[in-house]
């Protein structure tokens, strides 16, 4: 079933949202979602990945909606992380060592605006990436489950 993308982003928005600043700070949860078959290679793998991200973190720090959440975060450092966090969770051979979601968060006052924000960005940044929809549907649907650890404010 394809889904249209706004409603998807409503969804997904749980996805990438603010997922980035706790990247650096604590160990990673003990297990992962199942990639689905084949995302790893869809998203060009790690060079392509990392391209991604790139685009992704240099978009979010200027965003004006969600930009000051990454005010303390060191672009590249959190460039990496994200690679490496992405990279796994789409099935590929990276290891992921950031932050759990939850306590990286707590903290942080994000609501689903916030979130929606984030997704949106990340959207953006898979368009000009080149990534088809249906691939970025199942990173976001990767994503997504992230959310209930991420918004903090309900």
């Known amino acids: 079933m394809m889904i249209k993308r706004n409603t ?3 969804l997904a928005l ?3 949202c603010l ?3 706790a990247a650096l700070s604590q160990p990673a949860p003990a297990t992962s979602p199942a990639a689905p078959a084949g995302l790893y290679q869809a998203l060009g793998e790690k060079p392509g990945i990392t391209r991604l991200m790139d685009d992704f973190v240099d978009r979010v720090v200027r965003d004006p909606r969600i930009g000051g959440h990454f ?3 060191k672009p590249q ?3 990496e992380s994200l690679t490496d966090q992405v990279c796994q969770l789409s099935g590929g051979p ?3 060592e950031g932050a759990d979601m939850k306590s990286a968060h707590a903290d942080m006052d994000i609501h689903k605006g ?3 924000a984030l997704v949106e960005v990340l959207q953006s940044a898979m368009d000009a990436q080149g990534i088809p929809f249906a691939q970025q ?3 976001l649907a990767l994503l997504a489950p992230m959310h209930r650890d991420v918004i903090t404010i309900h």
């Open 8 to 10: 998807f982003s409503a």
């Open 71 to 73: 005010k303390e975060a």
């Open 94 to 96: 990276c290891k992921y």
């Open 114 to 116: 916030h979130f929606h």
């Open 77 to 79: 450092a959190l460039k």
């Open 14 to 16: 749980a996805a990438a």
């Open 19 to 21: 997922w980035a600043p």
């Open 137 to 139: 549907n199942r990173l």
